[in-house]
Protein backbone atom coordinates (compact mmCIF):
# COMPACT_ATOMS: atom_id res chain seq x y z
CA UNK A 1 0.00 0.00 0.00
CA UNK A 2 2.81 2.32 0.74
CA UNK A 3 3.55 2.75 -2.69
CA UNK A 4 0.04 4.03 -3.92
CA UNK A 5 0.60 7.59 -4.33
CA UNK A 6 3.37 8.83 -6.70
CA UNK A 7 6.59 8.36 -5.07
CA UNK A 8 6.92 11.73 -4.83
CA UNK A 9 3.73 12.10 -2.25
CA UNK A 10 4.62 9.33 -0.86
CA UNK A 11 8.42 10.63 0.13
CA UNK A 12 6.60 14.16 1.12
CA UNK A 13 3.47 11.93 3.29
CA UNK A 14 7.17 10.07 5.07
CA UNK A 15 8.78 13.37 5.97
CA UNK A 16 5.71 14.59 7.41
CA UNK A 17 5.44 11.85 8.79
CA UNK A 18 8.79 11.91 11.02
CA UNK A 19 7.44 15.15 12.60
CA UNK A 20 6.17 14.76 16.57
CA UNK A 21 2.53 14.02 16.82
CA UNK A 22 2.10 14.06 13.44
CA UNK A 23 0.13 10.46 12.49
CA UNK A 24 0.15 8.64 8.88
CA UNK A 25 -3.46 10.10 8.48
CA UNK A 26 -2.69 13.55 9.62
CA UNK A 27 0.72 12.96 7.89
CA UNK A 28 -1.35 12.60 4.18
CA UNK A 29 -3.43 15.28 5.12
CA UNK A 30 -0.64 18.00 5.08
CA UNK A 31 1.24 16.65 2.36
CA UNK A 32 -2.07 16.46 0.00
CA UNK A 33 -2.67 20.49 1.66
CA UNK A 34 0.56 21.39 0.85
CA UNK A 35 0.21 19.54 -3.15
CA UNK A 36 -3.11 21.97 -3.38
CA UNK A 37 -0.84 25.19 -2.67
CA UNK A 38 -0.16 27.15 -5.80
CA UNK A 39 3.85 26.64 -6.66
CA UNK A 40 4.86 29.80 -5.26
CA UNK A 41 3.50 29.24 -1.87
CA UNK A 42 4.70 26.18 -1.18
CA UNK A 43 8.20 26.69 -2.61
CA UNK A 44 8.20 29.37 -0.09
CA UNK A 45 7.26 26.68 2.80
CA UNK A 46 10.53 24.91 1.25
CA UNK A 47 11.96 27.81 1.65
CA UNK A 48 11.45 29.15 5.03
CA UNK A 49 12.61 25.82 6.58
CA UNK A 50 16.33 25.95 4.85
CA UNK A 51 16.10 29.87 5.66
CA UNK A 52 15.39 28.75 9.00
CA UNK A 53 17.44 25.54 9.67
CA UNK A 54 20.30 27.98 7.72
CA UNK A 55 20.54 31.13 9.78
CA UNK A 56 19.17 30.13 13.28
CA UNK A 57 21.72 28.57 15.41
CA UNK A 58 22.23 29.01 19.53
CA UNK A 59 23.85 31.82 21.39
CA UNK A 60 27.09 30.92 22.31
CA UNK A 61 26.20 32.93 25.87
CA UNK A 62 22.55 31.84 26.63
CA UNK A 63 22.06 29.17 24.61
CA UNK A 64 18.77 30.90 23.19
CA UNK A 65 17.61 30.41 19.50
CA UNK A 66 19.02 33.49 17.45
CA UNK A 67 19.95 34.61 14.17
CA UNK A 68 22.39 37.06 15.32
CA UNK A 69 25.95 36.33 16.67
CA UNK A 70 24.49 36.47 20.12
CA UNK A 71 20.72 36.79 21.33
CA UNK A 72 19.16 40.64 21.82
CA UNK A 73 18.91 39.79 25.61
CA UNK A 74 22.76 38.72 25.89
CA UNK A 75 23.73 41.24 23.55
CA UNK A 76 21.99 44.52 25.42
CA UNK A 77 23.36 46.12 28.03
CA UNK A 78 19.72 46.83 30.18
CA UNK A 79 19.80 43.42 31.56
CA UNK A 80 21.62 41.80 34.95
CA UNK A 81 24.07 39.72 33.90
CA UNK A 82 24.97 38.82 37.36
CA UNK A 83 21.74 36.97 37.73
CA UNK A 84 21.07 34.12 35.42
CA UNK A 85 17.22 32.26 34.80
CA UNK A 86 17.91 28.70 33.80
CA UNK A 87 14.99 27.35 31.88
CA UNK A 88 14.42 23.82 29.80
CA UNK A 89 13.26 25.11 26.32
CA UNK A 90 13.68 28.52 24.27
CA UNK A 91 9.79 28.75 24.50
CA UNK A 92 10.29 29.02 28.57
CA UNK A 93 12.32 32.16 28.25
CA UNK A 94 9.20 33.61 26.58
CA UNK A 95 6.71 32.62 28.85
CA UNK A 96 9.02 34.29 31.88
CA UNK A 97 9.39 37.61 29.67
CA UNK A 98 5.54 37.62 29.40
CA UNK A 99 6.06 38.59 33.34
CA UNK A 100 7.75 41.95 32.45
CA UNK A 101 9.78 41.63 35.92
CA UNK A 102 12.47 39.71 35.12
CA UNK A 103 15.51 41.73 34.55
CA UNK A 104 18.39 39.10 34.19
CA UNK A 105 19.38 36.92 31.70
CA UNK A 106 18.47 33.06 30.57
CA UNK A 107 20.14 30.14 30.08
CA UNK A 108 18.43 27.45 28.10
CA UNK A 109 19.66 23.57 28.58
CA UNK A 110 17.40 22.11 25.38
CA UNK A 111 15.46 19.67 27.57
CA UNK A 112 15.47 18.08 31.05
CA UNK A 113 17.46 15.39 32.44
CA UNK A 114 15.17 12.40 31.63
CA UNK A 115 16.92 8.29 31.85
CA UNK A 116 13.68 7.35 30.50
CA UNK A 117 13.98 9.06 27.43
CA UNK A 118 18.31 8.65 27.83
CA UNK A 119 18.88 12.44 28.14
CA UNK A 120 21.95 12.46 30.35
CA UNK A 121 24.14 15.69 31.44
CA UNK A 122 26.05 15.63 27.97
CA UNK A 123 23.01 16.15 25.95
CA UNK A 124 22.02 19.34 27.36
CA UNK A 125 23.90 22.66 27.39
CA UNK A 126 24.72 21.75 30.99
CA UNK A 127 28.75 22.35 30.64
CA UNK A 128 27.98 26.07 29.29
CA UNK A 129 26.61 26.81 32.16
CA UNK A 130 29.17 25.35 34.58
CA UNK A 131 31.62 27.53 32.12
CA UNK A 132 29.53 30.73 32.70
CA UNK A 133 29.10 30.33 36.55
CA UNK A 134 32.77 29.38 36.63
CA UNK A 135 33.96 32.50 35.06
CA UNK A 136 32.96 34.39 38.36
CA UNK A 137 30.74 37.22 37.13
CA UNK A 138 27.21 35.47 38.46
CA UNK A 139 25.96 35.44 41.73
CA UNK A 140 22.45 33.90 41.74
CA UNK A 141 21.34 30.90 39.73
CA UNK A 142 17.64 30.73 39.46
CA UNK A 143 16.18 27.17 38.36
CA UNK A 144 12.95 27.65 36.48
CA UNK A 145 12.52 24.16 34.77
CA UNK A 146 8.88 22.23 35.18
CA UNK A 147 7.56 20.95 38.73
CA UNK A 148 7.77 17.55 37.57
CA UNK A 149 9.74 14.83 38.31
CA UNK A 150 12.28 15.03 35.60
CA UNK A 151 12.32 19.24 36.25
CA UNK A 152 12.76 19.00 39.70
CA UNK A 153 15.90 16.23 39.32
CA UNK A 154 17.28 18.54 37.15
CA UNK A 155 16.89 21.93 39.14
CA UNK A 156 18.80 19.47 41.91
CA UNK A 157 21.04 18.08 40.04
CA UNK A 158 22.20 21.82 38.48
CA UNK A 159 21.75 23.29 42.15
CA UNK A 160 24.66 20.51 43.42
CA UNK A 161 26.81 21.31 40.74
CA UNK A 162 26.80 25.09 41.13
CA UNK A 163 26.58 25.43 44.93
CA UNK A 164 30.49 25.27 44.96
CA UNK A 165 31.55 28.02 42.74
CA UNK A 166 29.33 29.84 45.85
CA UNK A 167 26.62 31.39 43.92
CA UNK A 168 23.34 31.39 44.87
CA UNK A 169 21.00 28.66 43.80
CA UNK A 170 17.17 29.83 43.91
CA UNK A 171 14.11 27.40 42.96
CA UNK A 172 11.13 29.33 41.44
CA UNK A 173 8.18 29.32 44.15
CA UNK A 174 5.55 26.46 43.64
CA UNK A 175 1.80 27.35 45.32
CA UNK A 176 -1.24 28.13 44.22
CA UNK A 177 -2.07 29.68 41.19
CA UNK A 178 -2.70 33.66 41.23
CA UNK A 179 -7.05 33.62 40.42
CA UNK A 180 -7.42 30.32 40.58
CA UNK A 181 -9.39 28.47 43.99
CA UNK A 182 -8.26 26.42 46.53
CA UNK A 183 -11.24 23.73 46.22
CA UNK A 184 -9.94 23.01 43.39
CA UNK A 185 -6.07 22.72 43.69
CA UNK A 186 -4.43 19.58 43.64
CA UNK A 187 -2.48 17.55 47.05
CA UNK A 188 0.87 18.00 45.79
CA UNK A 189 0.14 21.91 45.06
CA UNK A 190 -1.60 22.30 48.25
CA UNK A 191 1.31 20.45 50.03
CA UNK A 192 4.19 22.88 48.19
CA UNK A 193 2.00 25.95 48.98
CA UNK A 194 1.66 24.96 52.95
CA UNK A 195 5.30 24.29 52.74
CA UNK A 196 6.04 27.67 51.35
CA UNK A 197 3.71 29.48 53.24
CA UNK A 198 5.39 33.01 54.28
CA UNK A 199 4.27 35.47 57.28
CA UNK A 200 2.03 38.47 56.51
CA UNK B 1 5.47 38.41 20.95
CA UNK B 2 5.32 37.64 17.51
CA UNK B 3 9.28 38.33 16.98
CA UNK B 4 10.13 37.16 20.20
CA UNK B 5 11.70 35.06 18.75
CA UNK B 6 14.27 34.82 15.64
CA UNK B 7 12.67 36.50 12.28
CA UNK B 8 13.50 33.35 10.52
CA UNK B 9 12.00 30.99 12.79
CA UNK B 10 8.70 33.40 13.34
CA UNK B 11 8.35 32.62 9.46
CA UNK B 12 8.86 29.13 9.46
CA UNK B 13 6.31 28.24 12.79
CA UNK B 14 3.69 31.10 10.54
CA UNK B 15 4.32 28.54 7.57
CA UNK B 16 3.57 25.61 9.68
CA UNK B 17 0.90 27.17 11.62
CA UNK B 18 -0.79 27.39 7.76
CA UNK B 19 -1.38 24.04 7.67
CA UNK B 20 -4.94 22.51 8.31
CA UNK B 21 -5.78 21.58 12.05
CA UNK B 22 -2.45 22.38 13.29
CA UNK B 23 -2.69 25.60 15.59
CA UNK B 24 -0.04 27.89 16.70
CA UNK B 25 1.55 25.91 19.53
CA UNK B 26 1.45 22.34 17.21
CA UNK B 27 3.45 24.92 14.69
CA UNK B 28 6.30 26.17 17.24
CA UNK B 29 6.66 22.66 18.01
CA UNK B 30 7.14 21.44 14.40
CA UNK B 31 9.60 24.54 13.67
CA UNK B 32 11.76 23.46 16.65
CA UNK B 33 11.47 19.99 16.05
CA UNK B 34 12.79 20.61 11.90
CA UNK B 35 15.31 23.25 13.45
CA UNK B 36 16.78 20.03 16.05
CA UNK B 37 17.24 18.00 12.98
CA UNK B 38 20.66 17.41 11.01
CA UNK B 39 20.74 19.72 8.09
CA UNK B 40 21.01 17.24 5.51
CA UNK B 41 17.59 16.11 6.82
CA UNK B 42 15.68 19.61 6.87
CA UNK B 43 17.27 19.73 3.60
CA UNK B 44 15.72 16.90 2.43
CA UNK B 45 12.10 18.18 4.00
CA UNK B 46 12.55 20.95 1.47
CA UNK B 47 13.74 18.94 -1.35
CA UNK B 48 10.58 16.33 -0.74
CA UNK B 49 7.92 19.69 -0.39
CA UNK B 50 9.54 21.53 -3.94
CA UNK B 51 9.86 17.70 -5.63
CA UNK B 52 6.31 16.64 -4.86
CA UNK B 53 4.80 20.15 -6.06
CA UNK B 54 7.08 19.98 -8.81
CA UNK B 55 6.42 16.20 -9.93
CA UNK B 56 2.91 15.62 -8.65
CA UNK B 57 -0.35 16.72 -11.08
CA UNK B 58 -3.38 15.64 -12.06
CA UNK B 59 -3.87 12.05 -14.38
CA UNK B 60 -5.51 14.00 -18.02
CA UNK B 61 -8.17 11.32 -17.60
CA UNK B 62 -9.44 10.54 -14.16
CA UNK B 63 -7.73 13.57 -12.17
CA UNK B 64 -6.39 11.21 -9.60
CA UNK B 65 -2.52 12.33 -8.23
CA UNK B 66 0.28 11.08 -10.50
CA UNK B 67 3.59 12.00 -11.41
CA UNK B 68 3.52 10.18 -14.77
CA UNK B 69 1.84 11.20 -18.07
CA UNK B 70 -1.29 9.11 -16.88
CA UNK B 71 -1.93 7.79 -13.33
CA UNK B 72 -0.87 3.87 -13.09
CA UNK B 73 -4.76 2.83 -13.55
CA UNK B 74 -6.01 4.82 -16.80
CA UNK B 75 -2.28 4.10 -18.17
CA UNK B 76 -2.77 0.12 -18.02
CA UNK B 77 -5.11 -1.74 -20.24
CA UNK B 78 -6.27 -4.44 -17.61
CA UNK B 79 -9.21 -2.44 -16.18
CA UNK B 80 -12.53 -2.35 -17.93
CA UNK B 81 -12.56 1.55 -18.98
CA UNK B 82 -16.75 1.61 -19.21
CA UNK B 83 -17.29 1.72 -15.73
CA UNK B 84 -16.31 4.64 -14.05
CA UNK B 85 -16.24 5.03 -10.07
CA UNK B 86 -16.64 8.73 -8.70
CA UNK B 87 -15.24 9.37 -5.70
CA UNK B 88 -14.60 12.55 -3.20
CA UNK B 89 -10.53 12.39 -2.93
CA UNK B 90 -7.53 10.65 -3.67
CA UNK B 91 -8.01 8.75 -0.78
CA UNK B 92 -10.84 7.43 -1.50
CA UNK B 93 -9.21 5.56 -4.59
CA UNK B 94 -6.58 3.75 -2.41
CA UNK B 95 -9.83 2.42 0.14
CA UNK B 96 -12.18 0.97 -2.93
CA UNK B 97 -8.44 -0.70 -4.42
CA UNK B 98 -8.12 -2.36 -1.04
CA UNK B 99 -11.18 -4.30 -1.38
CA UNK B 100 -9.31 -5.86 -4.65
CA UNK B 101 -12.87 -6.46 -6.27
CA UNK B 102 -13.24 -3.63 -8.40
CA UNK B 103 -12.40 -3.55 -11.71
CA UNK B 104 -13.02 -0.15 -13.47
CA UNK B 105 -11.70 3.16 -13.15
CA UNK B 106 -11.95 6.11 -10.93
CA UNK B 107 -12.94 9.90 -11.14
CA UNK B 108 -11.89 12.05 -8.72
CA UNK B 109 -14.06 15.17 -8.08
CA UNK B 110 -11.44 17.07 -5.53
CA UNK B 111 -13.66 17.54 -3.02
CA UNK B 112 -17.77 17.57 -2.49
CA UNK B 113 -20.67 20.35 -3.25
CA UNK B 114 -20.81 22.26 -0.01
CA UNK B 115 -22.45 25.63 0.56
CA UNK B 116 -20.80 26.16 3.63
CA UNK B 117 -17.92 26.21 2.46
CA UNK B 118 -18.72 27.99 -0.89
CA UNK B 119 -17.55 24.81 -3.09
CA UNK B 120 -19.36 24.93 -6.16
CA UNK B 121 -19.74 22.77 -9.34
CA UNK B 122 -17.13 24.53 -10.94
CA UNK B 123 -14.61 24.04 -7.65
CA UNK B 124 -14.69 20.27 -8.50
CA UNK B 125 -13.96 18.03 -11.57
CA UNK B 126 -17.15 17.64 -13.19
CA UNK B 127 -16.77 18.99 -16.26
CA UNK B 128 -13.69 17.08 -17.06
CA UNK B 129 -16.45 14.17 -15.73
CA UNK B 130 -19.41 14.96 -18.10
CA UNK B 131 -16.78 15.37 -21.25
CA UNK B 132 -15.58 11.48 -20.19
CA UNK B 133 -19.28 10.28 -20.12
CA UNK B 134 -20.28 12.81 -23.35
CA UNK B 135 -17.14 10.81 -25.41
CA UNK B 136 -19.24 7.45 -25.11
CA UNK B 137 -17.54 5.06 -24.07
CA UNK B 138 -18.78 5.03 -20.62
CA UNK B 139 -21.84 2.38 -19.88
CA UNK B 140 -22.17 2.94 -15.70
CA UNK B 141 -21.22 5.90 -13.61
CA UNK B 142 -20.98 4.24 -9.61
CA UNK B 143 -21.03 7.21 -7.19
CA UNK B 144 -18.54 6.62 -4.63
CA UNK B 145 -18.91 9.78 -2.55
CA UNK B 146 -19.44 9.99 1.24
CA UNK B 147 -22.45 9.14 3.01
CA UNK B 148 -23.98 12.33 4.35
CA UNK B 149 -25.14 15.18 3.37
CA UNK B 150 -22.46 16.95 1.26
CA UNK B 151 -21.77 13.41 -0.51
CA UNK B 152 -25.46 12.41 -1.36
CA UNK B 153 -25.88 16.07 -3.29
CA UNK B 154 -22.91 16.05 -4.73
CA UNK B 155 -24.05 11.96 -6.02
CA UNK B 156 -27.33 13.69 -6.88
CA UNK B 157 -26.67 16.50 -8.76
CA UNK B 158 -24.08 14.66 -10.82
CA UNK B 159 -26.68 11.58 -11.38
CA UNK B 160 -29.08 14.51 -12.92
CA UNK B 161 -26.23 15.71 -15.00
CA UNK B 162 -25.12 12.03 -16.61
CA UNK B 163 -28.17 10.54 -17.06
CA UNK B 164 -29.24 12.77 -20.07
CA UNK B 165 -26.29 11.07 -21.58
CA UNK B 166 -27.80 7.66 -21.32
CA UNK B 167 -25.66 6.20 -18.73
CA UNK B 168 -26.62 3.98 -16.15
CA UNK B 169 -25.71 5.89 -12.42
CA UNK B 170 -25.60 3.93 -9.68
CA UNK B 171 -24.74 4.44 -5.86
CA UNK B 172 -22.96 2.04 -3.25
CA UNK B 173 -24.75 0.39 -1.04
CA UNK B 174 -25.89 1.16 2.51
CA UNK B 175 -26.07 -0.72 5.51
CA UNK B 176 -24.76 -2.41 8.59
CA UNK B 177 -21.15 -2.64 7.88
CA UNK B 178 -20.03 -6.11 7.90
CA UNK B 179 -18.65 -7.66 11.37
CA UNK B 180 -20.80 -5.42 13.23
CA UNK B 181 -23.86 -5.82 15.52
CA UNK B 182 -27.41 -4.42 14.84
CA UNK B 183 -28.03 -3.36 18.51
CA UNK B 184 -25.72 -0.70 18.03
CA UNK B 185 -26.70 0.17 14.60
CA UNK B 186 -27.37 3.89 14.25
CA UNK B 187 -31.38 4.66 12.97
CA UNK B 188 -30.45 6.19 9.62
CA UNK B 189 -27.94 3.19 8.44
CA UNK B 190 -30.93 0.57 9.84
CA UNK B 191 -33.75 2.82 7.88
CA UNK B 192 -31.62 2.42 5.00
CA UNK B 193 -30.26 -0.87 5.46
CA UNK B 194 -34.21 -1.77 5.39
CA UNK B 195 -34.74 0.19 2.46
CA UNK B 196 -32.14 -1.92 0.46
CA UNK B 197 -32.89 -5.36 1.76
CA UNK B 198 -32.33 -8.40 -0.95
CA UNK B 199 -34.07 -11.49 -1.40
CA UNK B 200 -32.13 -14.12 0.05
Same mark, same amino acid.
Do not use: W
Given at each position: ?11 ? +? ?6 ? $?? $? ?43 ? %? ?26 ? +? ?6 ? %? ?45 ? $????? +? ?21 ? $??? +? ?18
Amino acid at each position: MSSFFPAPLEDL +IDKFATLP $GI $GRKTAQRLAFHVLSLPQSEAEGFAAAILNAVGSVHTCPVCQNLTD %GELCPICAGDRRDKSTVCVVAEPRDVLS +IERSREYA %GVYHVLHGVLSPVNHVGPDDLRISELVARVGAGDIREVIMATNPDTE $GDATA +IYLSRLLKPFGVTVTRLAYGIPV $GSN +IEYADDATLLRALEGRREM
